[in-house]
């Protein structure tokens, strides 16, 4: 996977620039400066780079090496400096999925003070509860939690190894769903219940990716919704559905899903794995002298030319989309980029 693809060799000399997050966003949009031959300094809170790409994505559908390979370049042959374990933020860090391996924090003023320009491409390192009663227990985790602890401990990064289940349950119907049922099946789980509210003609997902994690031995189960996790001393011992029908479109289109009153029944389950979405984390609270974040999405406020509140401060990424797939992250990360690039040389022009 090569992200300098524009060019065999930088440059540099045209300018310093900081990209804070080395996922799909952030390694596209590096590649693309250090073509422009701008000097790239990556700030990574995780052991590598590469984000979901490495640390939450099964290696069957993006493989390690290749991505490996891209970062390699662009240190190698273009001069990138990658600082890992190393958390920007301004403020009061907040904690996220993955900042276990953070051994350094730099606050995000200092960098703006210090480059030329600065790229947030920070991702989506946070995973939404279920919102029932229970959803705490020991037991149930995130689906974006359960994969990425996987990778992370086949990595050799971590030595905690997640707990294989006997009868798990996966909530959602996306591609985190998919990947979770997927890999529990793979490391050993004896029945994995797929489950969601909508049929499969509404997954995220898609018909296909449905179809083929069943073919492996996955259980769908859609038309229903969570109502509580059931606990005994605890632990999990199952989930609470309702029984759905589809009404009315919602504000996306989709048919609504609602509850069919005295369809309550409980599936049984020693590990739940919820994928009901993922939240923007951006490297600031909701305000850092002029870079804004949205107080309910999270997501960075940009402008048409991916500039924040502060004009030498891009963003871009699922930090600004919202959850999204890999090709529109880096399609992303290229357009600030480019504006990015065009800021500076006007800038240098005037």
């Not at 997050?21 to 701008?38: F, K």
């Not at 030498?312 to 959850?323: H, L, M, N, R």
């Amino acid at each position: 996977m090569k992200f300098a693809f524009m060019c065999k060799k930088g440059q540099g000399g045209r300018g310093k620039v900081a990209v804070v997050g080395g996922g799909p966003a952030g390694l596209a949009a590096t590649g693309y400066l250090v073509c422009q031959s701008y000097e790239v300094d990556v700030y990574e809170k995780l052991p590598l780079a590469g984000g979901l790409m490495m640390f939450g994505i099964p290696p069957y559908r993006i493989p390690r090496d290749s991505v490996l390979e891209g970062v390699e370049d662009l240190e190698k042959n273009f001069g990138v400096k990658f600082s890992y374990r190393t958390k920007v933020f301004c403020g009061e860090p907040r904690h996220d999925e993955g900042d276990e391996f953070v051994s350094n924090v730099i606050d995000l003023k200092k960098l703006i003070d210090e480059y030329d320009a600065l790229l947030l491409t920070t991702g989506i390192w946070s995973s939404r509860r279920l919102g029932v009663p229970g959803d705490n227990a020991k037991g149930v985790f995130s689906a974006l939690e359960y994969v990425y602890g996987w990778w992370v401990y086949e990595l050799g990064y971590s030595t905690h190894k997640p707990p294989v289940g006997n009868k798990v349950v996966v909530i959602g119907g996306g591609y985190s769903a998919i990947d979770a049922a997927e890999v529990s099946l793979m490391k050993g789980a004896k029945e994995v219940y797929l489950t969601y509210r909508r049929t499969i003609k509404e997954a995220p997902a898609g018909e296909y990716e449905v179809r083929r994690v069943v073919s492996e031995g996955v259980r769908w189960v859609e038309l229903i919704q969570p109502t509580k996790v059931v606990v005994s001393n605890d632990r999990v011992v199952g989930v609470e559905f309702v029984k759905m029908r589809l009404g009315e479109p919602d504000e996306t289109g989709r048919p609504r899903p609602v509850p069919v009153p005295g369809t309550e029944h409980v599936i049984e389950a020693d590990l739940v794995l919820a994928a009901v979405g993922e939240i923007p984390t951006p490297p600031l609270s909701t305000e850092c002298d002029g870079i804004k974040a949205d107080p309910k999405r999270r997501t960075i406020i940009v402008n048409e030319m991916m500039q924040t509140g502060v004009e030498k401060v891009f963003a871009a990424g699922d930090v600004v989309t919202g959850p999204s797939m890999i090709g529109k992250a880096i399609g992303s990360g290229l357009k600030a980029a480019t504006h990015l690039d065009h800021f500076l040389r006007a800038k240098k022009v005037m």
